[in-house]
Each structure stands twice: as structure tokens, then as C-alpha cells.
């Protein structure tokens, strides 16, 4: 994200024409909406989103203070925020990289190719032609094979179709002249095949509007930095070849862009059509340039779409189009023709972009009336047919129609009329396209316009009174993070000897593994060995995972494979891409014989009575008398369903684990990991050796969302294993496909509901028949039916009856996520509460604010985790959102929009939030250097959570008594790495509890260090009259044999083990009834915290959390 601020920062700053107002001192020429698309396309460890597009935003010279949320703790209680608060900027103290040292790496690289035939490759196997004479030579070498040899120009398509073998050559063709042309004349544009998508734009950008409408879609294409360096060429070439659902050949297509391509014998030109319909180009055709005729701007109407999982890039569409109409003007009627048309179609399942042919004969030369377009919605709809196999068929045909029926509306001049209003999917319907009589649906895009905020805050109070707890510090790491120097598990240099592994997964959810072979293949033949089940050590176990007193998943499936994804063997190779490569090249043999047809989904699972029973302690109870409740109820639904997808993680490092041997059987494992002690008792009892023979460090995590925990276990087995036996350093680092196929995520659910209520919308009685696909084995399983009820809870439900099953299937097991049960929960609360709402045409804030607990019924559903009713806030909160004027005036515009607007419809709604958490014992230890510095260790870990900087804010408070500058102990204090043989019982960093809980054992161990060092401190106060300096202090403490480390070990009260956190959010959100897209307009969140550790941290994790759960689908 840095580089990516950094190039934006680099590029806004150039010199621009004469006359550029300059930006206001100590600012960039960047703009807010620059900085936050510069960074699009990067992952975050956490959830630290919000603080990290607030900090690009500050160099923004348009830049509103109070929307930044840093602002909130620069005011320390003045009225608004100072410019001169933040960080000057100035471009030219902007550090870019050297000219001379430029200089000097284009004279080797010229050096080194320039004096080097084209026909001779380096010493890394790579040829870099000079011209197309060059390539072609190379083409006619001997050695010259499709199978061997890859031909590459930026090679990020490799991010799509991955590499199944090794290469032995690479022919780099960047470096030729004829394929960087950019030329521009009053005929178009010409764009040579090797030049970058990013300056594509920047070319198409300064133009007329057909090449301006080109530049806006292609930058919602893939990423900033893939952008930077992919080709426009590559990507035509992949639809050309590969049928890649391409964007750009979709543009380019409806633009009549051609193309000019070399054979083996001869230069063509074609049009961009005729080249996608050709048969798959061999590798020895290459596409030179692409030409865009220039449209000018009379009479011309070019319009492009895309609907996508993300619509602002890093994901393929669904569909996309793009059309363009040449119009005239009758000069009797008044009406537009149509004289000219293109619709070109793609991405909706057929291969490459292709002109829907059958409309535009229809369409040319007619003006466009409501009959005219229900007449080309019907054609398209015999054109557009998804293939075979094609996800989500119907909403892609559906998108292509509604894609249509915009831009032809756009050219309609009848649909005032209300007779001729019709639909997308042709149904005429009585009215006008909206409520106000505009047939543009452009112009009904802006209506309720002014109603949206001009600006965000953030709200927050904290206190000095534990000080410096509760202060907004930096983040501890923050620098090292920022500038790369932060070193995770795969960054740590591979030791002497070391090897690398991958795993080979079972495509086959329930077989006999009768054998694995390999191909035949280079990446084959640099396979060193394959671990499997029967390289487990003498005495060891086949266990992958454990949660205690809750079950196992085996490390290797041997000799049955019990879902697709377990791992079934891992290979061993010199890098770890010659693992990844010769992982793809085995073949598994099965047998299904005498095995039962995999069990798949809740479905099957209830057929077969296939389930894990979670123990007693762990099962919902019901509460109350549902029968009694619900014959109270005036009104009854008796067959509701609700159901929930899987999620997965997308943590920004993927599983990873470095196994080092050591003497005397004991291994030391660096592991990306949640829980190291769970880990260091899974490696030991795989290898079958004393749990103080394994040595679990953990650093830091680079995101975690629970998917480091029991998940990231496999991996540090396979490596101790595998380094076990060979006796080296074996690491490995999953792919991103490998780890999404093992990975699990979160729990499938199936949800039946039957609910009693009465006419005012009080809640009665709920019965609950839910289904949760567990997976393969138990892993946190059994206790997600508690926190579902957890989160239901919320509301008076009257009386809760429930029947759970915990299913068990053949598919990866499923684990924790980010609130396990809980977000399922509140989504099923809140399904049902909407449909209450809708049974009685009611207000569904109105069903919610009825049914939110009084402290009396709180009790009743939650116990002693309801607390006292002094802390009992959710009511407040929700009337503070739900209930305040500012509510009610938004809701009202939100009725004046949708009463305009026909096609784009805006919601608004506020929803409660209970979170049960549950605090755990954990270990703290401090220790006092002999220079006075501190080094700290607890029992959780860093997982960008900001548990560190919370540890360190709380060793300062504790020994403050023993430093007048409290402040100024924190930059003494460093949290050391996780490390299970230094400290035991750490336990596990998840269930949000681990950073104030690892404070308190760190309070505690530093009142140790207190009660061991007054009585010096007094001693030499007494002495000198005046404060003892720290220094002073504990090099008095050393002389006199002091213990200056001290460790506690800290157990929750049994009376206050769990307890309820409360919260709640509006958000307004816009839905384009067209094609499904949503937009979230503004949210607006209130959370009782209590007394934050941090707010600086929490503010970062409270309002940038990852909303994918329910707006999208990966």
C-alpha cells in the first residue's frame, strides 16, 4: 500500500500545463478520490482499512479534515481540526529512485543484451528478442517447443491461467520496438501489443468521448499495479486463445478496433471480430498493435457496463458490454435513427466477446420506442445463452437485458408516455419509467442526490486517567510495517540445506488412495521425496489438528480420502516452486469400492444421521415454554428459511510454517499461528516425542480472522514431518488456490424457523431447526450452536425453542471466522425480524425497537453474562441511531427517492448488535533489563489487531509508580515474539478477549515488579530528595539481587466470565434493480466499548471491518 501512495503521490506531482493552480502549501496535487483508488487492490493483515485510505487521503489537497478519523484524536477538545497538525508534504523531498543508479542498471541490462545475440539465452534461460526478426529466428531454433518454451511480455496472466509445469526457456518479446508503438492521428489511435494497460488509459484519457468512455471502464479492470504492467495485448491475446472473459476485447470490440498479427509467414490486419472467432492462435502468431478508429464526438453514443463480485476492479465480470450508436435526427417526427449500432457481449459464458448481430440488424435505421426495445430484448435473449456449466445462468442473461435496456432507453423518445413504459424483461406495464416522467435513467440516478452527507466523523471519548492507557498512540510496528522491515514467517532466510514443500490434495471427496505417480515432466524430475502417513515417526500419531476435548482431523488421509482438498502426501523440492509444480504434476489413483456416496450437504447429512454431538456444556438451552408462547400469539409463521453460504479468509498471508531439527529429537517450528501451544502439543504428538521438544515461535501473523488457528496446524505438521525424517529445514508457503481448497472458512448453515407474534409486532415464541455443515471433523464445530443462539438472543423472543445439528460431511471442516456463529446469528435474527415486519406491513425498526430487551428479560435469556443494569446499553444506542430526528429525515428521503425512481431503490435500516464474549486465563511476564529497557511476553499474538501496542501501553501504566513519565517508559517497553517454551499456557489469540486479557496479566505481573522495587525507590528518594530516575532505580535493583522479572498468570473471576457487548448501525444503501449492484451510501455505527485500551486501534477495527459476508460473492 505504500508503493502504491507513493506512485500515486509521484505521478500526480509531475509538472502539468501552465497555468495548474499549485495545491495549497504542505499538500500534493493528488485528490481524495486518487489516494483512495490508489491503494485498491491491496490486502490488509487486519481490518485496518479506514485508518490506512485516511492516511493516503491526508496528502490530498482536497482533503476534508473532518472526515479523517486521526482527526478525532488531534482535537484533544478543541472545536475542530488544524491543517497544521498534519505531517507537511513536499514532492521534492519525495525520496524517488536514483537517476545514476537508473543509469547504471539500463547500461548492464544494455550490456548484457546488445552485445548478446538474440539467439543466445542468459544464464537464467531467458532470450530477449530486439525486433520481430529476432523472435522469429528464435521460433525457427531447433530447440524451439510450445511445451518448453514461454513466451512472456509482463506474464501476469499467469495470475489466471497458472503455470502446470516448468519452463526451460522464456522468451521476453518487451523489449521489441514494434510492439511499444503509440501513435496517434486524426483516423485514431494505434496502441502497440506490449504496452501497458495503465498507459493505454493514460493514451485513450486524453481524447474524444469514445476514447475517454474506453480509458473509464479499462480502469476498473484487475488492479492499480496489474494494470501497471499487463499488457493490452496479453489480455486479447488470453480471449483470443484461452477464452478469457476479457473487458478490454469487449470495449475494443463495440469501438471497431482491428488488429494487426504476424504469422509464421505473414502480416495481417483484421478486424478485432474476425480475430477473436479465428481458431486459438499457436505461439508463433503475435499480435503487433491494436488501431481504435476515432468516432469523433457527432452523433455518437458509446456506452460500456460490467457487473462483477467487485465492481471497481480485481474481478472478473459477470457480463460486460459495450455499445455504440451513430444516430440522425428525422427532421419530421423529431425522433433519433439509428444508423450505425455495435453490442458487443462477454464474460456471460460463451469464450470471447462477441457482437450480438440479430439486434443490430434489427435496430439500424429505426428510432427506438418502447415496442422497438421490448422487440431487440427478445432477440437478445435468443443470442445470449451461457454455456454449459456456467455459473449463475440466468442472472447473466438478465444482466445482458437489463445492460440493453439502459443504453437503448437512453436513445428512446416515447417512454413519457405511460401506455409505452415497459420492462427489461419485456413485460409492458402501465406508468412512465419513473415517477416524475424522465425516461433517462441516467437523470433518475440523481435524484435524492442532495440528501447524502458532505462529510463523516468520528466520535469517541477516552480519559487520562490510566494513562498512557486509554491514549490514541501509534501502533507499535506500524513503521516496520510500512517500510517492509517487518519480518513474518516467510521472510525469515532459509537456513543451510533447507527444503521446501506442497501439499498433494485429494480431488475426490470420499476414495481409496490406491497411489500417487507423477507425470512425466520437468517439474516432475525435480520431486526429492514425497512424505506421507507412513513417515509418521514410531510412536507418533496421524493428527493434523486437535481441539481440545472436542476431536481431531488427521494430518494425511491414509488410506481413505474423506473430502476433496485433504492432503494426501507432500512434496519435497529444492525451491518451493519446483514444489508447487510437481504437487500439479501427480496423479492420484482411486477407488470408490465399498464406499458410500460422500455425504455433501446438511440435506444429505440429515438423511444419513451424519453428526458430531457437541457435549452437554456446550449445547443452547431453550428457554421459556415455546408451546405456551406461542398460543399467545395473534399471528404465526410456521415455515421460514433462511440459508448461509460458506466465506473464506483471505488473509494477506497465507498458511506458512518453517521447520528447523534439532539435537536430541527436538524440532524449533517458526509458525503463522493463532494458537501456539495448540500447535506445539499437535507437532509433538504427530512426531510422538515430549511436548518440551517442540519449540513454537510466533512473531507476528499476517492475518488471522481464526484462519490461523486450528487450519495453520497442518502445516506446521507436514514440515516437522517432512523435517523430521530428512533431518533439514523443510518450509513451506501455500498458493492462494491450495489454501482456499484446504482452508474450510465458515460454516454453511440451513436454518427452518417458526415464530408466533403478536398484531403490534411483540414477539411470542421462536422455534429454531438449524443445520450446520460442519465438514469432515469437529474443529470448533460444536460450539458455534452457542454463539448463533448467542447472537439471536438479542431480541425478546418471549420463549426460544431449538433443535441443533452439527453435521458432519465429506467436505474440508469448517473453523473459525471472524465472530463464528455470531454473524450467522444476527443474520438470522434479522431475517426473521424482517419477515415479522412484512407479515404485518409494519416498520421493521419499529418490530426491532418492540422486541430489544428490558434488563429483566436480558437476564432471563443471557444469565449472569447480562452483568448489571447500569451496563445495559443497547436500548440507548439503538434510540440514539433508530429514534433521533436526523433518522427520520433520512427515512423520508429515502420514501421521496424510491417514489422517483423506478430502476435504483434506496434502504434504510438500523440494526442491534449483542456480542457474548467469553475472557480466558492468560499468562504475562515482564522483565526489567539491567539499562532499564523492558521486554515483555504474553500468551497472545499479533495479528495486526494491535494487541502489542495495547501490552505496552498497560507494562508503562503498571510501573508507573515506580517512573514519574509514565509516557516515556513506553518506548522502553518491547513485546517480545510468542515463544512456547519461554511461556507456557498462552492459550489462543481469537474470540476477541486476548488483548484485555493479556493486559491484566501483564498489570499484574508489573504490581510484582511494584511491590519488589518501592522500597528502593524509597530508599533513594528518601536519600536524595527528589524523584528516583528510572536508570538510577533498577541499577540500584541489580546490585541489590532484585528479581526483576516477574510472571502472572491470570484467571477470570468464576462470576464474571462472560459478558455482553452492545452495539449498533444504520446504513443506507442503494440497490440498481437492473442488475443487482448495491451501493453502501452511509453508515453510521455507535459501540459501547467501555473504557478502550486504544482508541486509535479500536476506532481502526470498529469501522473497517470486511462487509463481503453479505454483499458479495467470491
Keep these: 500500500m505504500c508503493m502504491s501512495i507513493f506512485s500515486a503521490l509521484v505521478k500526480a506531482d509531475k509538472p502539468g500545463a501552465a497555468g495548474e493552480p499549485a495545491p495549497p502549501p504542505g499538500f500534493s496535487k493528488l ?23 485516511d492516511a493516503c487521503k491526508s496528502f490530498a489537497a482536497d482533503v476534508d479534515l473532518e472526515d479523517l478519523g486521526l482527526n478525532s484524536f488531534w ?20 525520496c524517488t529512485f536514483p537517476e545514476f543508479l537508473k543509469s547504471e542498471i539500463k547500461a548492464s541490462v544494455d550490456n548484457q543484451t546488445n552485445n548478446v545475440p538474440a539467439a543466445i539465452a542468459g544464464e537464467d534461460g531467458w532470450y530477449h528478442p530486439r525486433s520481430i526478426q529476432e523472435l522469429h529466428s528464435l521460433f525457427d531454433s531447433n530447440w524451439f517447443d510450445e511445451k518448453s518454451v514461454k513466451i512472456v511480455a509482463s506474464n501476469t496472466g499467469a495470475g489466471v491461467y497458472k503455470d502446470q509445469d516448468l519452463y526451460e526457456k522464456y522468451i521476453d518479446i518487451k523489449g521489441i520496438p514494434e510492439l511499444s508503438v503509440i501513435n496517434r492521428s486524426n483516423k485514431g489511435v494505434e496502441i502497440g501489443a506490449a504496452v501497458s494497460i495503465s498507459k493505454a488509459i493514460e493514451v485513450f484519457s486524453d481524447g474524444t468521448p469514445v476514447f475517454r468512455k474506453i480509458a473509464g471502464h479499462l480502469s476498473k479492470v484487475a488492479s492499480p499495479f496489474v494494470r501497471n504492467t499487463a499488457t493490452v495485448g496479453g489480455n486479447v491475446i488470453m480471449s483470443q486463445r484461452l477464452q478469457f472473459p476479457s473487458d478490454i476485447a469487449t470495449v475494443l470490440l463495440a469501438a471497431g478496433s482491428t488488429v494487426t498479427i504476424q504469422t509464421a509467414s505473414k502480416m495481417l490486419c483484421l478486424t478485432l471480430e474476425e480475430f477473436l472467432e479465428q481458431p486459438p492462435c499457436d505461439a508463433k502468431t503475435i499480435l503487433l498493435s491494436i488501431f481504435v478508429p476515432d468516432w469523433g464526438s457527432d452523433n455518437v453514443i458509446f456506452e460500456t457496463s460490467r457487473a462483477a463480485p467487485r465492481p471497481f476492479g480485481n474481478a472478473v465480470s459477470y457480463v460486460n458490454s459495450a455499445f455504440l450508436a451513430r444516430t440522425s435526427g428525422d427532421a419530421a417526427s423529431g425522433e433519433l435513427i439509428v444508423d450505425e449500432i455495435c453490442l458487443a457481449f462477454g464474460a456471460y459464458g460463451v469464450g470471447h466477446a462477441s457482437r450480438a448481430r440479430k439486434v443490430e440488424e434489427f435496430l439500424k435505421g429505426k428510432s427506438v420506442s418502447a415496442s422497438v426495445i421490448l422487440e431487440a430484448v427478445r432477440l437478445l435473449k435468443d443470442v445470449i445463452s451461457p454455456s454449459e456449466g456456467t455459473t449463475h445462468p440466468e442472472y447473466r442473461v438478465s444482466l445482458a437485458v437489463s445492460f440493453l435496456f439502459s443504453f437503448l432507453s437512453s436513445l428512446a423518445t416515447d417512454l413519457d408516455e405511460p401506455a409505452k413504459a415497459i420492462t427489461p424483461n419485456g413485460i409492458s406495464t402501465n406508468g412512465t419509467m419513473n415517477g416524475n416522467g424522465a425516461s433517462s435513467l441516467e437523470k433518475q440516478s440523481k435524484v435524492g442526490s442532495d440528501d447524502l452527507p458532505i462529510r463523516s466523523r468520528q466520535e469517541l471519548v477516552f480519559t487520562e486517567e490510566y494513562k498512557p492507557v486509554g491514549k490514541p498512540t501509534t501502533k507499535a510496528g506500524a513503521e516496520l510495517q510500512a517500510s517492509g522491515e517487518a519480518v513474518y514467517v516467510d521472510d525469515i532466510p532459509s537456513p543451510k540445506d533447507c527444503l521446501y514443500g506442497a501439499f498433494i490434495y485429494s480431488t475426490h471427496p470420499h476414495a481409496h488412495i490406491k497411489g500417487v505417480n507423477f507425470k512425466s515432466s520437468l517439474a516432475s524430475k525435480k520431486v526429492i521425496t514425497v512424505i506421507s502417513a507412513k513417515d509418521i515417526p514410531a510412536g507418533g500419531r496421524n493428527i493434523g489438528s486437535s481441539f481440545p476435548g472436542l476431536g481431531d482431523e488427521a494430518l494425511f488421509g491414509d488410506p481413505v480420502s474423506e473430502f476433496a482438498g485433504q492432503n494426501i502426501g507432500v512434496v519435497i523440492a529444492e525451491t518451493q516452486k519446483y514444489a508447487y509444480m510437481a504437487a500439479k504434476q501427480a496423479v492420484i489413483e482411486y477407488s470408490t469400492e465399498n464406499l458410500e456416496p460422500p455425504i455433501l450437504t446438511i440435506e444429505d447429512a440429515i438423511q444419513h444421521d451424519s453428526y458430531f454431538h457437541p457435549p452437554p456444556f456446550l449445547a443452547p438451552k431453550p428457554i421459556g415454554d415455546f408451546e405456551q408462547g406461542m398460543s399467545e400469539a395473534d399471528h404465526k409463521i410456521l415455515s421460514g428459511e433462511v440459508k448461509l453460504e460458506s466465506q473464506y479468509y ?59 488457528a486450528m487450519k495453520g496446524c497442518h502445516v506446521a505438521c507436514a514440515c516437522a514431518v517432512a523435517a523430521f525424517k530428512l533431518r ?10 491450495t489454501d482456499m481448497i484446504m482452508a474450510g472458512g465458515r460454516h454453511p448453515m440451513k436454518v427452518k424457523y417458526s415464530v408466533g407474534f403478536k398484531s403490534d409486532g411483540t414477539l411470542t415464541a421462536l422455534h429454531l431447526d438449524l443445520g450446520i455443515n460442519a465438514g469432515i471433523s469437529p474443529d470448533v464445530s460444536p460450539a458455534l450452536p452457542s454463539a448463533i443462539v448467542g447472537a439471536l438472543k438479542k431480541y425478546n ?19 473459525a471466522m471472524r465472530g463464528p ?46 452483568g448489571e443494569a447500569s451496563t445495559y446499553s443497547l436500548v440507548e444506542i439503538f434510540d440514539k441511531l433508530a429514534s433521533s430526528p436526523e433518522y427520520r429525515t433520512r427515512a423520508a428521503a429515502v420514501e421521496r427517492f424510491n417514489g422517483g425512481s423506478r430502476w435504483k431503490k434506496r434502504g434504510i435500516s438500523c440494526v442491534p448488535i449483542t456480542y457474548e464474549v467469553r475472557l480466558r486465563p ?5 522483565s526489567i533489563m539491567n539499562d532499564g529497557s523492558i521486554a515483555v511476553e504474553v500468551g497472545g499474538v499479533e495479528i495486526g489487531q494491535g494487541l502489542y501496542t495495547k501490552v505496552k501501553q498497560m507494562t508503562a501504566y503498571g510501573l508507573a509508580e515506580l517512573c514519574s513519565d509514565a509516557d516515556g517508559l513506553l518506548d522502553k517497553v518491547r513485546v517480545i515474539q510468542a515463544d512456547t517454551l519461554s511461556m507456557i499456557q498462552g492459550g489462543f489469540t481469537g474470540g476477541s478477549t486476548t488483548s484485555e486479557t493479556s493486559c491484566e496479566a501483564v498489570r499484574l505481573s508489573c504490581a510484582t515488579l511494584v511491590e519488589r522495587l518501592k522500597p528502593i525507590k524509597e530508599s533513594l528518594e528518601s536519600k536524595s530528595g527528589a524523584p528516583a530516575p528510572w536508570k538510577a532505580l533498577i541499577t540500584q535493583a541489580t546490585m541489590a539481587s532484585v528479581n526483576l522479572s516477574a510472571q502472572a498468570y491470570w484467571t477470570p473471576d468464576p462470576a464474571f466470565v462472560k459478558y455482553i457487548n452492545y452495539g449498533a448501525a444504520v446504513s443506507e444503501v442503494e440497490i440498481d434493480v437492473l442488475t443487482g449492484g448495491t451501493t453502501i451510501l452511509r453508515s453510521d455505527l455507535v459501540y459501547d ?13 470498529v469501522s473497517s471491518p470486511p462487509i463481503g459476508t453479505t454483499t458479495c460473492c467470491c
Design 31 to 53: 485528490t481524495s478520490c486518487e489516494a483512495e483508488h490508489a491503494v485498491s487492490g491491496n490486502l490488509c493483515r487486519c481490518t485496518g482499512y479506514r485508518p490506512i485510505v
Design 75 to 94: 482535537k484533544k477538545g478543541a472545536d475542530r481540526a488544524e491543517v497544521g497538525k498534519l505531517p507537511e508534504y513536499s514532492s521534492g523531498a519525495v
Design 650 to 708: 483471505f488473509y494477506m498471508e497465507t498458511q506458512t510454517a518453517l521447520a528447523v531439527p534439532d539435537e536430541d529429537n527436538c524440532i524449533t517450528i517458526y509458525a503463522s499461528t493463532q494458537i501456539p501451544e495448540v500447535t506445539q502439543n499437535v507437532v509433538a504428538d504427530c512426531l510422538g516425542i515430549p511436548y518440551h521438544n517442540v519449540r513454537i515461535i510466533t512473531r507476528r501473523v499476517g492475518g488471522g480472522f481464526g484462519g490461523k
Design 728 to 737: 533439514r529445514p523443510v518450509r513451506m508457503y501455500l498458493d492462494r488456490k
Design 797 to 815: 423472543w418471549g420463549a426460544l425453542a431449538l433443535d441443533v445439528k452439527v453435521c458432519k460431511t465429506n467436505v474440508s471442516s469448517k473453523s
Design 821 to 866: 456463529g455470531d454473524v450467522q446469528g444476527c443474520f438470522i435474527a434479522e431475517a426473521i425480524i424482517e419477515h415479522v415486519a412484512s407479515a404485518l406491513a409494519a416498520d421493521t425498526n419499529t418490530v426491532r425497537r418492540k422486541n430489544l430487551h428490558g434488563f429483566e428479560s436480558l437476564t432471563k435469556f443471557y444469565g449472569d453474562a447480562a
Design 922 to 926: 492468560t499468562p504475562g511476564k515482564v
Design 1089 to 1101: 466499548c467501555g473504557q478502550s485500551l486504544n482508541p486509535a486501534v479500536d476506532l481502526g477495527q
